[in-house]
């Protein structure tokens, strides 16, 4: 028998030794940089930010830049992606012919609008897999557009809207109302829907919606239904009145598209917090883009 050599039997150690983690090849695939969308679409949850500024995303048309880019770190890219997962659950297997949408087969690509869950088979045979589509809605007169997470028939005579987002364990056990960012989203959603030409604007209820939270966490205990729920669902009524600003905002970019100046920005100097994060504060502060809109001055 020939003796094994010391240094060939560590060298076939070495070579069979995992050279990665598992950690390292998912850091490898989440998280870094992320290039800014496109600033062409004035969508719905842009402007329900609480830093959202008018003048700088006329700057973003007038500079021809798009959103700045972001860093995302790669528990918040986990987060993200978790939140994105839960969402499709809901729509797709928890709410069962509850949910209500726009649907297309992952596998052939039929579609189906507006109707509860469908069944039935591809042509190949295969049983469909039906991914959920949000239903976009515009508002022509704010240049504005917005995708509702989840359309649910409930058992009334009109469809219910929901905005659908993940919480971390502590923010869901303590949490008695809606963030604001989300309740203001869903009830721009309510008056965009309302005032809408679309076909199935009858079929929505358009005095109230939801907004359900999930918990990223085992839940909480719940008094109406006395067990430990994932869940948290709040009421969001209808009021016109609490957008007037986010509108103003809105109407204050259209009107920049549509050639009529600068707005005014949400910054008083170039020092303020928001002001020195901002990635157009230099052109913003320099005195070569006027204001000509005053935004708070706008009828909505």
Known sequence: MIPVVPWLKNAVLQASKPQQSIISVLKRELGGHRAGRSADVLHASDITKSDFCAR????????????????????????FRMGNVAERLVMEEWAGDAAVGHWQCRLCGLQRTMIAKPNGFCTTGVRHRWGYRQFVIEAPEYGLSGAIDGIFDVGAPHLLIAEIKTLNPTDFDTIVTPQPEHRL????????????????????????????????????????????????????KRQDSDLKEILQKAKAVKLSREGQGMPTGICATALDKIAKKCVVCKECFSGTYPAKIPVSSLSV
Do not use: H
């Open 56 to 79: 700088k995303w006329a700057l973003f048309d007038f500079l021809e830049k798009g959103v700045e880019s972001q860093f995302i770190p790669t528990a918040l890219d986990v987060t």
């Open 185 to 236: 989203r869903t009830n721009l959603y309510l008056k965009m829907l309302a005032e809408s030409n679309s076909p199935y604007k009858d079929k929505f209820n358009l005095s109230e919606a939801r907004v359900l939270y999930i918990s990223r966490g085992y839940g909480k205990m719940n008094a109406t239904w006395n067990e430990i729920l994932p869940f948290r669902e709040f009421v969001v």
